[in-house]
């Protein structure tokens, strides 16, 4: 075993351990309330077996009951393991609140403040240096994504990463005196459903599925 691999073991084993506790904490919901709170369905297979059915980004997952293991609709290979801890904080902190519709941003969510300028770096600095010229490519990187349009800023568009979760990406195009600036924010129920650090992965991944998206990104 080389140094790094001796150094890194400890997070490894650590997150690890993290994803067996929270599949633990959900043995004992109630299964009825974890259907209503997630906004899953529930497939029954077995007598106190089954599994829940729910979109990720758009993309249909099961998660096996008891075991709560995620998995691809149609595959037999587990989701990854930032995924699986995805979904499991999803299901251990959902309660059901309906959402608001009314949007806040990362430093309004809890402890998000510390982090706000980390966060607005690798989303919308990163956004504002791929489409502050071409505020089209957005638009259009953003509709085959799936995001359905927005009321705030010169455009805007939500992106539903889980049935009750969902984000709101605004570009504010400026002008001779207001530099382009773009944003990731967040429902105002955002902290009934995962926490801080979930919404800082959601954040990045949304950003990089738009950069991606596009086919002629410059080098």
Known sequence: MNKNTRS??????RFAQRITELRQALQSRSLDRLILDTGA???????????????LWSRPVRITYPAFI???????????????????YYFN?????????????????????????????????????????????FEQAALRLGGIRG????????FQALPRVALLV?????????????QVLFDNTASHYLPTDGYAILGS???HRLIADQPNKPS
């Open 93 to 137: 902190t959902a309660d059901g609140t309906p959402p608001s519709e009314q949007w806040i941003s990362f430093a309004d969510l809890p402890d998000g403040r510390f982090y706000n300028q980390a966060f607005q770096s690798y989303t919308g600095a990163e956004l504002v240096r791929r489409f502050k010229d071409n505020p089209a490519a």
């Open 8 to 13: 890194a073991s400890p997070d490894l084993d």
């Open 205 to 207: 991944t949304i950003t």
């Open 70 to 88: 995620a998995y691809p609709i149609a595959g037999e290979e587990p989701l990854p393991s930032f995924l699986q801890a995805m979904l499991l």
């Open 41 to 55: 369905t529930f497939i029954s297979t077995n007598a106190n077996q089954g599994e829940f059915h729910l979109p």
């Open 151 to 158: 009321a705030l800023g010169d455009a805007s568009f939500v």
């Open 170 to 182: 605004v570009i504010w195009q400026g002008d001779e005196d207001f530099p382009c600036s773009f």
